[in-house]
């Protein structure tokens, strides 16, 4: 045991930079060695010291990790790999307390007890370990170092109220991923640190929170192993632990190391607990806040003074008690397992002949078992290596080669990589080994190359899983309190610095429905701050927008382009629809009123267009009298009404008060009193619209397709539905208006009493067949009968090359019952191979008859549209020689009655009826 230089214990609580100071001390002298509890640990001191002293002076050695240069001066190592007897001029183990540790414990009192440096020797750790330290080290110098910032509990605290800045900690994998869920669900993503991450990995990872990607950090106990991270609050989810044989509760300065990673320097920390971990008692809070635990009494020890002359004189060595009152044997560990497990295998013992061998046994089973599989399976694999280093005295390449190329893949999902990154962990520990492999520069490089893809495959994959960069930098920006830069697309996609946060429509932001409930208040937070701007440079653009751009649904909708920016509501006026805007309250009242004030404009500018006949009746004080309460009425049913609903009233209008109307376009038709250029696709569309707000739909009904004469009639439609479509109901299907009053001027010509037949101008009018036209007038109050004839052959001319006496040879036409032989001599005879009577079908006609149905007993209007007023025809039984007319055709010419010469007047007219 080395005795020379001084050896000093710098003992004390979290945050007194004993870490620190040691490197100083290290980089001070020639050359020195420092041990390290965690390789991540190991990292960063290593990185810290290559940025001070360069690459080219400072080793990093640690299981799987081996970057030893030429001139080395400085190792910085993990505990368990540190060069002993290199004779380094300073020497220092980081977190001695560990000696205590069940598992790990014996390797740092090895190094307590036999570890020196030439000029100094440094022992960093708890003030727990102060007697311990006093009775085994002779000479040592005892430095206390105070903490530097003030740490306090903070009770329990919900995940949602945990304040930013924050660790959580648990003690199993499981544990660490549900509460970093919970944590990515409300408050937008953390890291994830466990003591079984690549360094690469948790380099990554600490950077997130470093850097302030993310406020919240989840991690195993490995943080209380002197990481050096920005943490204001360590909250516990957990109290107990499985320390790899039993659960049991945490010690006092076990909590008392993690909670003390609270605080940075001189900025305070608290400490608490939360999630299921129940709150700690007073009595516990008080000794972590004043750093007063219980001292070590027993430190765990392992003999290190060796016997390799057979396997089982090293397992006895091992298992060699402990002298002396603070040394306790450690308990079996791994290693000792695996190699009582090879030593029992015959195949293992004929192998080993001699210490060499026995040496080589112990140097396979101290392989850690990064896997965590069985006992038995971890020891077939240490002796499969073992076969390979007692024969052919290296791991043979082609089989390396597989088990790395198996584990080579970056696919999968965080257990599955996790799971590749410990196996390769196995392989990386091979290749470190000198001698075991044969090219060790490649495989070294190989391994480390492999474990770099899946650290990076598995940070990805946390990142994924755990952090939702989108409301951590939204969060992060809304902290530093500066302008957030909000961008919209032609799409309407709004990003907010550079993440999509949801759509803008018109003046209403969606945002994005996949965002859970506590991350859309962020969202909602961020976007609004952003799109304040945009809503009002997106209001001037919209009240700038030519008329052109807006338009109205049959719904009631407004739409600027493809966006509802508002919706029509009923106002006094049935001319004057009332416009309520679609923004949202956090654009401002000032949008709001533009938008409102912007649509009002449009909706009136396109009523008085569409509906400028309306308008100008509406408008006109010359109307007075019976003629100003007809316009009334026509405004109030938007220019269109059913001729028998004001029947009397327009039986009161007087011949000025008809033309008066007339001017502003009023047609007094036979069916329907309208205005025709309201039948346009474009104010009809508005009608219904304004017709729907006036009666409270819930439901409007669309514009029939432009064009069409007629529609079929379809159930369900509100009543007057169609009269305000511009269409009036006749049976099956509803004529247009326009086009019934042209049918109407037809039919006058008619006598309806005596019955008519439709003719070719009144089918082409309605656009119908024979069968539809007949159920159409039955529709509008007339009596259809159908008939059928003989069809009439057609004769062609005769040939051009014909003359007088040489025409064909003719088929005498047959005999027509009732016809006389000179009616059929009058008929042309036509060809045998023309006509055959047998093959000519009878043709079907219809008869039509007025025969009111309307309710009430209606009759026919005798109004031409004109002012002329006929008489109404008598109701009831028609004359007997009228019931027997069948057809217009058929119906006896009307007889003049003659003029009487002795009346001067019916001289005077017999006059004028000559000249004519």
């Excluded at 008519?756 to 082409?764: G, H, R, Y």
Aim: net charge positive; hydrophobic share 40%; glycine share 10%.
């Amino acid at each position: 045991m080395q005795r020379n230089g001084r050896i000093a214990a710098v003992l004390g609580p979290t945050n007194t930079g004993k870490t620190h100071y040691a490197i100083d001390r290290m980089l001070a002298c020639r050359t020195g060695v420092i041990g390290l509890p965690l390789r991540l640990l190991a990292r960063e001191v290593y990185d810290k010291i290559v940025r001070l002293r360069g690459p080219s002076v400072v080793a990093l050695v640690t299981g799987e990790e081996r970057i030893v240069p030429p001139r080395t001066q400085y190792w910085v190592c993990t505990v368990e790999a540190m060069p002993v007897g290199t004779g380094a001029d300073f020497l220092a183990v980081d977190e001695i307390q560990l000696c205590g540790d069940p598992e790990r414990g014996h390797v740092f009192t090895d190094r307590l007890l036999n570890a020196r440096g030439r000029h100094e020797t440094l022992f960093l750790g708890a003030d727990t370990m102060r007697a311990a330290i006093a009775a085994l080290v002779p000479g040592v110098v005892f430095v206390r170092r105070e903490r530097f910032s003030e740490l306090v509990y903070g009770g329990s605290k919900k995940i949602s109220r945990m304040p930013a800045r924050s660790a959580v900690v648990g003690f199993s994998g499981d544990g660490v991923y549900a509460m970093a869920e919970l944590i990515r669900r409300q408050k937008g993503g953390c890291a994830v640190v466990m003591g079984a991450l690549s360094p690469r990995t948790r380099n990554a990872q600490v950077a997130l929170y470093q850097n302030g990607d993310v406020d919240y950090l989840v991690a195993t106990d490995a943080i209380g192993m002197g990481l050096n991270l920005d943490i204001r609050h360590v909250a516990f989810s957990s109290l107990t632990k499985f320390d790899g044989r039993r659960m049991r509760p945490l010690f006092p300065h076990e909590i008392g190391q993690i909670a003390g990673r609270a605080g940075r320097h001189t900025a305070p920390g608290s400490f608490g607990v939360t999630g299921a971990a129940p709150p700690m008692e007073d009595s516990l809070a008080e000794a972590i806040m004043t750093h007063r635990f219980a001292p070590l009494s027993r430190l765990q020890w392992r003999n290190a003074r060796l016997d390799f002359a057979s396997p089982e004189r090293l397992i006895a060595t091992l298992e060699a008690p402990a002298e002396g009152e603070w040394l306790t044997r450690v308990r079996e560990a791994d290693d000792l397992t695996a190699l009582k497990s090879l030593a029992a295998m015959a195949e293992i013992r004929a192998c080993v002949t001699g210490p060499r061998a026995v040496q080589m046994l112990w140097d396979v089973c101290r392989i850690p078992d990064f896997r965590g599989v069985s006992a038995a399976e971890h020891a077939g694999l240490l002796a499969r290596i073992f076969g390979f280093l007692s024969g052919p005295g290296q791991v043979p390449d082609d089989w390396l080669a597989r088990q790395v190329h198996r584990i080579d893949r970056t696919d999968g999902d965080i257990d599955i990589l996790s799971k590749r990154l410990a196996y390769i962990r196995t392989w990386t520990y091979v290749a470190q080994r000198t001698g075991w492999v044969g090219d060790e520069s490649h495989w070294r490089g190989e391994t480390r190359a492999v474990e770099d893809r899946l650290s990076d495959a598995l940070h990805a994959a946390l990142t994924k899983r755990f952090v939702d960069r989108r409301t951590s930098v939204l969060l992060r920006r809304l902290k530093q309190k500066e302008g957030l830069v909000a961008e919209v697309n032609d799409k309407g996609e709004v990003t907010v610095e550079g993440q999509f946060v949801g759509r803008l429509e018109g003046f209403r932001f969606r945002q994005d429905a996949s965002a859970g409930a506590e991350e859309a208040k962020t969202l909602r937070q961020a976007s609004i701050a952003a799109l304040a701007p945009e809503f009002h440079l997106r209001a001037d653009r919209f009240y700038n927008a030519p008329d052109t751009e807006l338009d109205f649904t049959e719904q009631g909708g407004l739409m600027w382009g493809e966006n509802a920016v508002g919706k029509l509501t009923a106002g006094a006026d049935p001319l004057r629809p009332v416009v309520k805007a679609f923004v949202d309250e956090e654009a401002g009242a000032d949008v709001a009123e533009k938008v409102q004030r912007r649509l009002q404009h449009f909706m009136d500018r396109r009523v008085a267009t569409l509906f400028e006949p309306l308008v100008g009746l509406q408008k006109d004080e010359t109307l007075t009298g019976l003629a100003r309460g007809f316009a009334f009425r026509m405004v109030e049913n938007f220019g269109i009404i059913p001729r028998d609903r004001v029947a009397a009233e327009v039986k009161e209008l007087d011949q000025d008060a008809r033309g008066a109307l007339r001017k502003h376009g009023i047609r007094f038709g036979q069916f329907t009193v309208f205005m025709p250029l309201l039948l346009k696709p474009a104010p009809t569309r508005l009608r219904l619209v304004l017709w729907s707000l006036s009666k409270d739909l819930q439901e409007f009904p669309e514009a029939p397709p432009a064009g069409l004469v007629t529609i079929p009639m379809i159930e369900g439609v509100p009543e007057g539905c169609v009269t305000l479509s511009g269409y009036r109901e006749a049976g099956a299907r509803a004529i247009r208006i326009d086009m019934l009053e042209r049918l109407a001027d037809l039919l006058r010509a008619e006598d309806s009493r005596a019955g008519f037949e439709a003719k070719p101008d009144m089918l082409s009018i309605t656009g119908m067949t024979l069968e539809q036209f007949a159920d159409l007038m039955q529709g509008l109050g007339y009596k259809a009968e159908r008939g059928e004839r003989p069809k009439p052959c057609v004769v062609p001319d005769p040939p051009a090359g014909d003359v007088a006496g040489e025409t064909e040879t003719q088929t005498p036409l047959p005999s027509v019952p009732g016809e006389t032989p000179a009616e059929a001599a009058t008929e042309t005879a036509v060809p045998a191979e023309v006509a055959d009577p047998a093959e000519v079908q009878d043709e079907v006609f219809y008869t039509f008859t007025w025969a009111p149905r309307r309710r009430g007993g209606g009759q026919r209007p005798r109004d031409d549209g004109k002012g002329r007023k006929g008489k109404p025809k008598p109701q009831g039984k028609r004359p007997p020689s009228r019931d027997k007319a069948k057809t217009f055709e058929a119906r006896p010419p009307r007889r003049e009655k003659p003029i009487d010469p002795d009346n001067p007047f019916a001289a005077a007219l017999m006059g004028l009826r000559k000249k004519g």
